[in-house]
């Protein structure tokens, strides 16, 4: 906190994930956790430093069959540079290990092994005094064409598997967070997410991740096409109706928003590696970036009253897929907290 920014909530988290998305095999390799470490500890602007940073429960990065040990050698990590941990991803993912939330007894099952394993080291994490707030973090791990040959059917699973999840999730007192991004099937648009969670019918445990540059995506429909809200070809010169559409989208969606990504994105999909492809992230003043993004960060961390909702104790920049001479800058890193403390600046508060 200083005069100019005096506001110390929410916490500013980088992601260390970037180091493994969209890496390895096909792609650029892996950026090691201590490096994302040090780079996100090192980024200062205006005497002000990340507080903390969110993590893929993923090898190279950290094993998802963690000892104590590890666990206790992670949070050594965090607090050597004054980092907390904050929100944790649970690989649920078919080649993590996990299995498909849609999918048979067995794809569930594994699903549902990776979220408790998840949800122990987030579990054990707090315990340990790093990680004072945060989510466990979940997709449906289902292919979107393969969710289209039985909509209903397949959704209606889903909804059951991510029913278990919250089961697991309350048992180690953690809370679920739904990740809004085009290629996972039955959360691939702004109405299937809504409608799942809706259907899961557990707020108090399961919510939604709202990244800004995925959830950009939705307004297009761009794997639902009878979903969209604007136009394929819409002119992002049209100020107002993509004011009026980002209002009628985050409306839908903050009502269930747990956990918050900043990004930017050119409104384009891109893959790497495995990852398949979904709302491209950009640095934060790419010139073909749509978002504004302390304007834009505002609809979901503010109600329709324009009143902050405070819901978000923390916020984190997502940067996935990056190349990894653009995040082995420090550049890079300044101008992107430099953007999170704007955000802050203007939806901020002390406490």
Known sequence: ????????????????????VG????????????????LTADADFDGIRFDGFDLFLFAPHIDIDSSDDQ???LADKARARNLEIGTVVAPVWGPTG????????????KFLT???KGCRIAERLRELGVRPNGVVRIDSASPVEAWYVDPMGNQKRIAETFREACNIAENHGERLAAEGEICWGGMHSWKRMLQLLEMVDRAQTLGFEADMAHTLLYLLGYNAPEDAILPANFNWRNEDKFEAAYCQLTEALRPWTIDFHIAQSNATVHGSGTHDKTGRHCLPDDAQGKLDIPHHAGYWLRDEKGDLTKHIRHICWDGCMFPNDVMMKRETWVSILKAMIGVRDKHGWAE
């Open 71 to 73: 666990i206790r050698q």
């Open 98 to 109: 996990g299995g498909m939330a849609m999918g048979d007894a067995d794809e569930q099952a």
């Open 114 to 116: 990776q979220v408790r």
């Open 1 to 20: 906190m200083t005069y100019e920014h005096p506001h110390n909530f929410p916490k500013l988290h980088n992601a260390a994930w970037p180091g493994v």
């Open 23 to 38: 890496k390895g095999p096909g792609a650029e390799p892996p950026i090691d956790l201590d490096t994302m470490l040090d």
